[in-house]
C-alpha cells in the first residue's frame, strides 16, 4: 500500500535498501510485524449494508489479514458496544474495530482504551470525541449534496421532498442532514423539504412517509439517508398507496438513497427508484482490517492522497481515510466496480 506513512524503525533500515514508495507497501515489515488480536464488533443485523460488511469483515479474517476474536454485535446499541468492547479487552485484545452507531456516547470508551495503549479504528462513523487511530469512511455531507442536486435537478428545481434523516445523534445523520439542507436551501430554494428523522428506523421512516404523504399528496422527491433499512418499507408503502410508478411514467416520484446494496441496485435497473450513493461495503471492511495490522505493527500515518483513491485528512481526534463513494444510476447500475454487483456474482 502507498499510503503516506511517518518512519518506523522497520521502515528506516527498509530504506537504506530501497525507495520510500517500497516502504509503504503493506507486504514491507507490516505483516511482519503485526501481531495481537482484534477485537471487532458488528453495529447491527437489521440493515442489508451492515450484513454485506459483515461478510466482507469474516472473508478478511478468514483469509488472514488479522487474528481476529470472536465477532460480537451491539445491535445499535451504545451499552452493549461498551460492554462487548470491555469483553474485548478482557480477551487481551490488542486493537478494537467498531461503529459506534451513537457517536457522541462512546468518547469515555474511547478515553479508557487510549489509556490501555489500544488503537481503535472506527468505521463508516467517526465519533465526537476520543482518539481513534484512523476513522474508514466516506465524505457523509457529499452524500446530502449529490442527494440534493440530483433530486434539484430531475424536480427542475421545483416541488415538495421528503427526507428520511438517519439518527442525529450520529455523524453521519447529521453530516448528511446539514449537508442535504444546505444545498437545497442555496441551490434549489423553491424545492420544499420535509425532514423526518427516522434514527434509523425503517418503520419509523413508513409511518412519517404516510403522514407526509396524507397532508401533501404532491410529494414528487424522496431522499432515503439509508437505503438498508429504508428501501423495502418505503416501496411496500408506495405501491399500497398506488404511488410506485416506474421511472418516466405520469406521477413518478423521484428517489435517491445511500448505501449501494444489491436490492438498491435491482430497484435502480426497474424504475421504481432512480439513483443511490454506493457506500463501499468492501473498502469498509478491507480497510478497517488494513489499518488494524497496521496499528499492530506500530505504522504512523500523515493526511494526504492514498493508492486507492482516497483522502487521509486530519480531524480533531485522529485521522480520517475518506473513501470514494459514487453516485449510481440507470447508466452505470451494472459496472462490475460496484461492490453490489461483485457481491451478486458471488451468490
Do not use: C
Given at each position: 500500500m502507498r499510503l503516506r506513512t511517518t518512519g518506523t524503525a522497520a521502515c528506516a533500515v527498509l530504506l537504506a535498501a530501497t525507495a520510500l514508495a517500497g516502504c509503504n507497501r503493506e507486504s514491507d515489515g507490516a505483516k511482519q510485524g503485526a501481531s495481537g488480536k482484534v477485537g471487532i464488533d458488528m453495529p447491527r443485523t437489521d440493515s442489508d449494508f451492515w450484513?454485506?460488511?459483515?461478510?466482507?469483515?469474516?472473508?478478511?479474517?478468514?483469509?488472514?489479514?488479522?487474528?481476529?476474536?470472536?465477532?460480537?454485535?451491539?445491535?445499535?446499541?451504545?451499552?452493549?458496544?461498551?460492554?462487548?468492547?470491555?469483553?474485548?479487552?478482557?480477551?487481551?485484545?490488542?486493537?478494537?474495530?467498531?461503529?459506534?452507531?451513537?457517536?457522541?456516547?462512546?468518547?469515555?470508551?474511547?478515553?479508557?482504551?487510549?489509556?490501555?495503549?489500544?488503537?481503535?479504528?472506527?468505521?463508516?462513523?467517526?465519533p465526537d470525541k476520543g482518539d481513534v487511530y484512523m476513522v474508514v469512511r466516506a465524505d457523509n455531507r457529499a452524500y446530502g449534496v449529490q442527494a440534493c442536486e440530483y433530486l434539484g435537478k430531475q424536480l427542475k428545481g421545483e416541488g415538495k421532498v421528503a427526507e428520511f434523516q438517519g439518527d442525529l445523534s450520529s455523524i453521519n445523520g447529521r453530516d448528511r442532514s446539514k449537508a442535504f439542507a444546505s444545498c437545497?436551501?442555496?441551490?434549489?430554494?423553491?424545492?420544499?423539504?420535509?425532514?423526518?428523522?427516522?434514527?434509523?428506523?425503517?418503520?419509523?421512516?413508513?409511518?412519517?412517509?404516510?403522514?407526509?404523504?396524507?397532508?401533501?399528496?404532491?410529494?414528487?422527491?424522496?431522499?432515503?439517508?439509508?437505503?438498508?433499512?429504508?428501501?423495502?418499507?418505503?416501496?411496500?408503502?408506495?405501491?399500497?398507496?398506488?404511488?410506485?410508478?416506474?421511472?418516466?411514467?405520469?406521477?413518478?416520484?423521484?428517489?435517491?438513497?445511500?448505501?449501494?446494496?444489491?436490492?438498491?441496485?435491482?430497484?435502480?435497473?426497474?424504475?421504481?427508484?432512480?439513483?443511490?450513493?454506493?457506500?463501499?461495503?468492501?473498502?469498509?471492511?478491507?480497510?478497517?482490517?488494513?489499518?488494524?495490522?497496521?496499528?499492530?505493527?506500530?505504522?504512523?500515518?500523515?493526511?494526504?492522497?492514498t493508492d486507492h483513491d482516497s483522502k487521509i485528512v486530519k480531524i480533531a481526534n485522529g485521522l480520517e481515510d475518506q473513501l470514494p463513494a459514487p453516485l449510481v444510476t440507470k447508466a452505470n447500475v451494472d459496472d462490475k466496480k460496484l461492490w453490489a454487483n461483485q457481491l451478486e456474482k458471488k451468490k
Open positions: 450484513n454485506s460488511y459483515k461478510q466482507y469483515v469474516d472473508k478478511g479474517v478468514d483469509d488472514g489479514v488479522v487474528s481476529a476474536l470472536p465477532l460480537s454485535n451491539s445491535q445499535n446499541d451504545v451499552g452493549k458496544l461498551v460492554s462487548n468492547v470491555q469483553s474485548f479487552t478482557d480477551q487481551g485484545a490488542k486493537a478494537v474495530v467498531m461503529a459506534p452507531q451513537d457517536t457522541g456516547a462512546i468518547s469515555a470508551t474511547l478515553e479508557q482504551l487510549a489509556a490501555k495503549k489500544i488503537p481503535v479504528i472506527s468505521v463508516d462513523t467517526r437545497m436551501k442555496t441551490k434549489f430554494p423553491k424545492i420544499r423539504v420535509f425532514e423526518l428523522p427516522t434514527e434509523w428506523k425503517g418503520e419509523v421512516a413508513s409511518s412519517k412517509l404516510q403522514s407526509t404523504l396524507a397532508a401533501h399528496p404532491d410529494v414528487k422527491g424522496i431522499y432515503m439517508q439509508a437505503g438498508g433499512v429504508f428501501l423495502q418499507p418505503t416501496l411496500a408503502l408506495l405501491e399500497q398507496k398506488k404511488l410506485l410508478k416506474p421511472t418516466g411514467q405520469k406521477g413518478h416520484i423521484t428517489i435517491i438513497s445511500n448505501d449501494g446494496i444489491p436490492e438498491e441496485l435491482a430497484a435502480i435497473r426497474s424504475g421504481k427508484i432512480d439513483a443511490t450513493v454506493s457506500q463501499p461495503a468492501d473498502l469498509y471492511a478491507k480497510y478497517a482490517l488494513y489499518y488494524a495490522r497496521q496499528a499492530l505493527a506500530g505504522k504512523k500515518f500523515e493526511p494526504g492522497p
